[in-house]
């Protein structure tokens, strides 16, 4: 069992920056690949990025030059800086990582982009 749990959601202007945080449970934390994800109203939920434990990450188009996923070993803690925020930004961001065979999301933290 893991869980996970995000937090640093707010509000932002447009052009804003904030920094999202997904703590995870359990020693393995060093070995998961940690995702991020957002759903925005009336829409599925869609891939942000990851980090890998070898510190590769991938970033979804839309995000690429302005999210960066970061992750703290030590804090079983990953994070994700986004920056340049759009409205088309707003959603709520999940954390996800996968165990075995096991998916593990967080509850959700909201960003909201606006004036």
């Known amino acids: 069992q893991v869980n996970v749990v995000e937090s640093g959601g707010g509000l932002v202007q447009p052009g804003g920056s904030l920094r999202l945080s997904c703590a995870a449970s359990?020693?393995?934390?060093?070995?998961?690949?940690m995702g991020w994800y957002r759903q925005a109203p009336g829409r599925q939920r869609e891939f942000v990025g990851l980090?890998?434990?070898?510190?590769?990450?991938n970033y979804a188009e839309s995000v690429k030059g302005r999210f960066t996923i970061s992750r703290d070993n030590a804090k079983n803690t990953v994070y994700l800086q986004m920056n340049s925020l759009k409205p088309e930004d707003t959603a709520v961001y999940y954390c996800?990582?996968?165990?075995?065979?096991?998916?593990?999301w967080g509850q959700g933290t909201q960003v909201t982009v606006s004036s």
């Open positions: 996800n990582t996968r165990v075995g065979s096991q998916e593990y």
């Open positions: 980090i890998r434990p070898n510190g590769i990450r």
């Open positions: 359990g020693s393995g934390f060093s070995f998961y690949t």
